[in-house]
């Protein structure tokens, strides 16, 4: 894919928007766009926000949580040569959604928030190329996270990687590429040297692990 001089959109979360980085100029989408000579590299990151919707917020959660990412489509710019999604951290660390089923085509569930946004994304950008991030390895990531369903009926046991599996599942359904940060980003913030040079937190990487995901995502792109 040839990316000089195109406008390129960057749907995401804290980490795409640079939580964990020094200057905006370390975010990986502006180490693409220097890279690759984007006209633009338009960040639509918000800390918090989820795929899927929330049922709970908590009181002293900001306004801005509670835009899942289908629900943003509407505000982004009408131009782009390429759509960036990256998300699904969040969907597992405090998401209160259940993962749901693959039929889901309702934002209260992953699955179905995944579909909403894709859809969303296909009618406000038709023929544009969609490209779909996994979520990065973050420290817990295989800690068992509770969801239940409105009526507490259903019960669902969730780790990270519950998450990868349905973004590679529906981005397959829709024919859309997925580069695999969870398997090829080289950032494990569970191993103490990774964590210290890449996600000092455990969850935001720095300068460092943003030149990484710009690496993986700019061979990703030339592949295409």
């Not at 939580?19 to 905006?24: A, E, Q, R, S, Y």
């Not at 690759?36 to 959660?61: F, H, M």
């Not at 699955?111 to 969303?120: D, F, N, Q, T």
């Not at 023929?127 to 973050?138: A, F, K, S």
Request: with cysteine; hydrophobic share 35%.
């Amino acid at each position: 894919m040839e990316l000089c001089g195109k406008v390129v959109h960057f749907l995401g979360d804290s980490i795409t928007k640079g939580v964990g980085v020094d200057c905006p100029e370390h975010i990986y989408l502006n180490l693409i766009k220097q890279d690759c000579e984007l006209k633009q590299a338009n960040n639509y990151g918000i800390s918090g926000t989820r795929i899927a919707d929330q049922r709970v917020s908590l009181p002293d959660w900001p306004d801005a949580f509670k835009l899942y990412f289908a629900s943003r489509v509407t505000d982004m710019a009408p131009g782009a040569d390429l759509v960036v999604i990256f998300g699904g951290t969040n969907d597992y660390g405090h998401g209160d959604a259940l993962p749901g089923q693959m039929s889901d085509r309702t934002p209260d569930t992953f699955y179905g928030g995944l579909h909403c946004l894709i859809l969303r994304l296909m009618e406000k950008y038709p023929g544009v190329p969609l490209i779909l991030l996994t979520p990065l390895h973050r420290q817990g990531e295989r800690e068992d996270h509770i969801k239940v369903s409105a009526d507490g009926q259903t019960v669902c046991h969730t780790t990270l990687s519950t998450y990868v599996e349905i973004i590679r599942e529906v981005a397959a359904y829709y024919a859309i590429p997925v580069c695999d940060l969870f398997t090829l980003s080289g950032i494990q913030p569970e191993l103490p040297l990774h964590r210290e040079l890449y996600c000092p937190d455990g969850l935001h990487p720095n300068a460092a692990g943003h030149r990484l995901i710009a690496d993986r995502l700019e061979g990703f792109l030339r592949t295409l």
